[in-house]
């Protein structure tokens, strides 16, 4: 599980990048440059097959929670007052709908095995009640990302998008709860999306897909060899065995049918990423987007997640040392509220960013924002609450929803929105988690 | 007169016949007003129950009521209650029904293949390869199940895992297969040169790159004085770290070696000086403890580390951890505005002078009466190849370079990998696939790599296989002499068997009672048998919960991370040391010596011990000593801001006898403090007395925690408890009212026995072993065998507490009863 103390000591056995900074002489930051070049010149979205514009899903995740004084707008529909945690969205004030009062009910019931924290990071896409028998792990859901990948994945080169800043953590599940590992390192993101194309390159794929064939069949004969000497009280596991590793070699086979196809190399100027920027976050969290916005335009993907600020960051830069976590236990003391308040901002600046970002790419008629559904969430309200939320949506759809509200959803399921997003996807489905339909009134 | 001897056998008839009719009418006299049509208490209806016989669907229901009517927490206090003998024959009526249905039930249930768990696979890997090379830290984390990860039926597989076998296998047999010229040996010296190397212009010549921790933090508050001094050379201060990072091209990966020196100075006394050396990638590499007195004129310190070929840069850290900084009084919040977090950067710029801290930019170390090390030199060599081709290349290959044999490759390293013997087909099959990936233009060698990964990823190398007959009965098939290696190894040393267990596996004599015994005594003398602790111990007594507790750091401004992991260390040495020395098992409960180092033996206001490692100590304060008086415990059974008495009884009747508590009924909210008045924690609890519902389990759980209450919420002693009116608010202090207590640490147990401590609560537990004994076996069979336990387990059991008891319940005595079961040799 993925909780984590909130003590910071100097000198912890841990790497070195993972959480100090790296200061200069004077106690300056050293910064590292976004790398503007990486998206791209040509800011035009690829021609999907078939004509209609693909609708992509988004989850953006922050951990802990939110300050929600200075979040929730005091009035509802569509004249309302930026708050100052939003104010940096208010260039694209019409593209956002800000939602009150939905909620996980399921996630978030009292466990005595997971604490409040680790449900927020494990079940905020899955909204599953994990179960706390003692003695027994807990288990998760699927979560809806992965559930859209099942569906629409195999369209892309890249079924879903899983990054995170968080190399330790994930918030996507498949399906039984089995944790999905995420991508964090720029460079390996960048040649999972622009494999290199090369012959030569493709030579080195093709050989190791037939050694990884050759292996994984061997596993399977085997398998099954030894599973027709056991008795059907032995052999269970084994089956399992056997029908996992086809799986495996089935989805081998689905990659490389994408070698097959024509070639997609990065936008023209787009240089590849260095490794993550480790000591600068707001380079980081923004390398990531820029990532996804390229994944996106080039229709590599349409699902993506992001967490993009977890229970222990801190922002020196912006005068909040300590962690954010920590913040969160403010015991009334203003200067911390505000502090928690100042990250909160910060964070929906880089939401700001990466709306900038898609606004920027043409798509048809429109531009890529408006072909999206972006959820941005994070799991916990104010002071660990888990009843008043904060979340939002962003985009348009392609033109099914009317953001630019604030909407009182009177406690409904969160997962009622998913149910919406994967309906406006061309996923529609009955239920997920706790949800029985679709959010309404977007 | 009536003629009884006529009467006699009608009344045993009838008794016969009624026993059952009497259980029934037992329970409907008593239980159903509040379990029946009226009312269902807790949804349950006695009534409807009693009707249908017991069976699959309504065991677990039949099994929660005997367990209420065994511990006589129902009927309820307050109700009619039935008389003992009632309560006897009821309760051997509703067992034998139970008994019958379960042995049923379990004798259908598939036994399910074990597959290795993330641990069992790195240390097989380790083993089979001879490699320094540690797989499997991103695997999935595995499930457990009846509290272990090594239970076959918990033992998920997905997708994502078996893509990590694919991957992993991959790696490892690169890392193994290493051919080519040796790399050469290169060695640095890294000096420090003043004009070179100062940190502050941050430059790094080429080839180069040094980080000199720049801020000095060695101050005395003894005297409530502070003192820093800026430092910008090749020193090495208290709590600092000194960064190598060494650059190299080409085939990096082996053992590199590290020696640093260094000058000691201002070293009054006898001092202890603990370092830690970590790898560039955070691992550890070594921790030392160098003794240092007036008249050591130089420290060396010499540790080696593995490097995998990708990193071009070898890094090193140096850090002294103790040393004369202390616990600087409200350390997370300094006295000063400024925001820097990290006290290194606050003492840069800034000193005490008469309590006032003051910005202060001192210029030379001499300045410095305290003690500190320079002239810290470095000298770096590597990578160290003792054997080229390396032994896990020639192990492996043998002669396969020249001859292109690929079956004898198989020959060999199969019935290591498969843990048994192997036949010619499974040879041929494998040397088939090698010629199939040389046909297709890969070389001797990369197609033989093919191969071996192909072996890695096969189901008998996966899952501990155990092949009764197909018609097999439970729990009569007598295992092979390797597949009993095979289930001992995994037991003592998360590992597969080695030679000699193979040799006796071969020989057939393994199953001998009295080669066995002689093995298991060499196997716990092994240092593989670290394993047995690392995760039998950490499990069995719930150490991983210690990762994610976060005491409030303003009640707790001590509390660390480095002595949160001192706690988990002690008690992970202690049941080492139960093990390796063979003493009772009773010392779990109550014992004269535990493991100290200096952050603990103040922790627990003991005698100073020096120095950053654990080392045996002798207790005389009888507060102190066995598992419930060890802060790890204490701190994983509280909350953030004070201790959880419910939490400690449970753990203790979940850990110490195995027979937790049922969980609390769905829908009862935590404990709503009454914020009118401040009260104490163990007032809080008086709610779970004075509710009959709560108290029918409570009684049971909550005097064990209470009696423990001289121990806060972090395991140190007290005698007074400070509180506040709402105990998750215990830090706020505007408005909230405070008060404080004296300590009650007394307890009534529902037997009516009384308690006052933690003295009584040893006796208590001491008079119990021989329910701690069968507690103890029976978590070590599950961990053993890696199944849940069966009613066909009992037996074996009762054996294993006898014959521990009978060893004066040596711990060593109880291993060896577990290996001798019938469970444990059979399947």
Redesign the interface.
Known sequence: ?N??????????????S?RSVL???A?ALISLPFLEALTSRSLVAAEPAGGTRPIRLLWLHSESGIWMPEWKPTTTGTNFALTPILEPLAPYREEISVLSGLFHANAFK?N?QA?RH?QDGMCHLTATDLG??????VKNGISVDQLAAETIGEKTRVPVLNLSIDRNATMSF?A?G????VDWDPREIFSRLFADNSPDAKKLAE?RY???R???D??ME??RD?ST??????????D??LS??R??ER?ATVTRTWADRPAVSAPEGTKPPGPPPDKDRTAYVRLLMDLMVLALQTDQTRLATLRLGFMGC?Y?DI?C??SYHNYT?H??KADKQAAMAKVDQHRIAHLAYFLGKLKAVKEGEHDLLHHCVIHYGTGMGADHETTDLANLVIGRGGGALKPGQHLDCKGKPLADLYVRMMATAGMPIKAFADSSGALNGL | MRDVSRATPWLLLSVLLSSRALAGDVLTTYCVSCHGPEKAKSGLRVDTLLKTRVDEATLPMWKEILSRLETRDMPPKDKKRPSESEYGTTIARISADVVKVETVLEAK???????LNRSEYANTIRDLFAIDYVPGS?F??D?????F?NV?E??????????KY?AT?TQVVERAIRIGDKPSLRTQVYAFDDEKYR????AKPAGLAVYNG?AHLSFKPANGMARVIYIGGPALFA?Q?Q?LLHRQSGQNEGVWRLSVRMTPRNFPAVEVASF?L?GG????VAERDVRIDAGTKEVVLNVEAYHDRSAEEIGF?L?W?NGYYQNWPNRRNPPSKD???????FLYNHRLVDGKWQEWKPSVPEESPFPYFENVEFTISGPHHDLWPPASTQSLLGSYLSDGDATKVFARFLPRAFRRAVTATEIE??AT?VA??RA???DAVAAMK?GL??AL????F??L????????A?GTYQLSGFELATRLSYFLWSSMPDDELRALAVAGTLGDPAVLTKQVARMLADGKSAALTANFARQWLGLDKL????P??KLFPN????L?DATRDETLAFFREVVAKNLPITDFLDARWTFLNEALAEHYGLPAVPGRLLQKVDLSDARRGGLLTQASVLTLTSEATRTAPVKRGTYLL?HIFNR?PP?PPPNVG?LIPDASQAKSVREHLAIHRADIACSGCHARIDPYGLVLENFDAVGAWRTSEAAHSDPT?A??H?GVKSQTFLIDATAELKDGSHLDGIADLKQHLLARKLDFTRGLAERMSVYALGRGLLISDRGDLDVMVKTTATDSFRMQSLIHAVVMSKSFRTR
């Open positions: 599980m909780s984590r103390p909130h003590s910071s000591r100097p000198h912890s056995p841990r790497p070195l993972r200061r200069g002489a106690g009292r005595a604490g680790v706390g028998t003692p003695d027994v792990a498949s039984g089995t944790p999905v590992p050989a037939l050694q990884q050759s292996v994984l061997d596993a085997t398998t030894l000497k056991l008795g059907t009280t032995d052999r269970q596991k084994l399992e065995y996992t590793v799986e495996v989805r801190m020196p005068g040392p300590d236990h015991d009334f | 249930r598939p036994r399910a293949m074990r597959r991103d999935p984390a499930d457990a199940l009846h509290g990860d076959a918990g033992l998920n597989l997905s997708p994502t895992l078996v893509g694919l296998a940190y502050a212009d941050n720049n709590r770290h960064h830690t970590l990638d955070g691992r550890l850290e850090q951890t925001h820097y977090q990290s006290n290194h950067w099959r494998l696939l199939a990936q297709a233009g890969l093919v990964t192909a990823c096969s189901p008998h996966l899952f296989v155990e092949a009764p007959p197909v018609a097999a439970r990762a994610s507790v976060m409030e750091p509390y660390s991370e480095s949160r979940d937790p969980p935590s608010k830090t706020n505007d």
